[in-house]
Structure formats: C-alpha cells, structure tokens
C-alpha cells in the first residue's frame, strides 16, 4: 500500500480571513505563504515554521454563523504525500477500491488528488516541493 508521509494542509470556511490571518500569525507564528481574493472567495495560505499549512477561506455565500463543532464538514482536508509518484500509486490504489477521485491537479504550490470520505467531505492527497524542503 502506498504511504502517508503526513498532512498536508487544512483548510478553513471562516467568517473573516482577516481576522483568522492575525490570530494566527500573532498568537501561533504562523507566517503567510500566499493571498488570493477573488468575487466570489478570499482565501490566506500560511506557513507554520515546522511545515503545518492551513488556509482560510472566507466564502462570499458564508452566512456568518459561528462555528458549530456538531455539524460535519470542513472546506477540505490535505494529507501529505513524499513524491509526485506516489500520487500516481494512489490513483491505483483508489481505482483498485472504486473510489471515485480527480485526476493528478497542478498548483503553483504543488500537485494534488482530491476525493471525497463517506460523508461528502473533501480530502487530498498533496505533494508539495515547498513541504518537502521543510522536513
């Protein structure tokens, strides 16, 4: 079976990235790694100097509800992969089980396959360069 080599990022639906952005740079030294806002979401990556990535991402459909820790879901969830090969051992393994997955995806910050756990929540299988100079 192919390996994990750990996680790979966690993604946040908040009601303000800013606000995210500043607790977690102020309180937890995170650093950030990339900004984008677009129309319709703006989303913060940040960098933790042991290599732990989260990104907020802040939905123009948000409804500003708190957080509610009964309710399933996140945006998404990473796992970390040790190289762009072993996405490939993956796809195998999924289709070997019939689990239904994206194609490999290139990123500017890496390569990913995304499928989805039995409740509708997605996760990714992420290989990074960036996460890989950080081990």
Request: charged fraction near 20%; aromatic fraction near 14%.
């Amino acid at each position: 079976m192919p390996e994990l080599s750990g996680w790979s990022h966690v993604s946040f639906s908040v009601r303000d990235r800013d606000a995210s952005v500043a607790f977690y740079t102020d309180v937890l030294g995170f650093k950030t790694l990339a900004v984008t806002d677009r129309t319709d979401w703006r989303q913060t990556i940040m960098l933790h100097s042991n290599g732990m990535c989260v990104a907020f991402q802040q939905h123009t459909g948000n409804s500003g509800e708190a957080f509610d820790y009964t309710a399933t879901g996140l945006d998404h969830f990473g796992f970390g992969v040790g190289t762009p090969q072993e996405l490939q051992e993956w796809i195998a393994r999924f289709d070997e089980l019939g689990v239904a997955h994206s194609p490999v995806r290139d990123t500017d910050l890496g390569q990913f396959v995304s499928f989805e756990d039995p409740d509708g929540i997605q996760l990714e299988l992420f290989y990074s360069p960036f996460a890989a100079k950080q081990a």
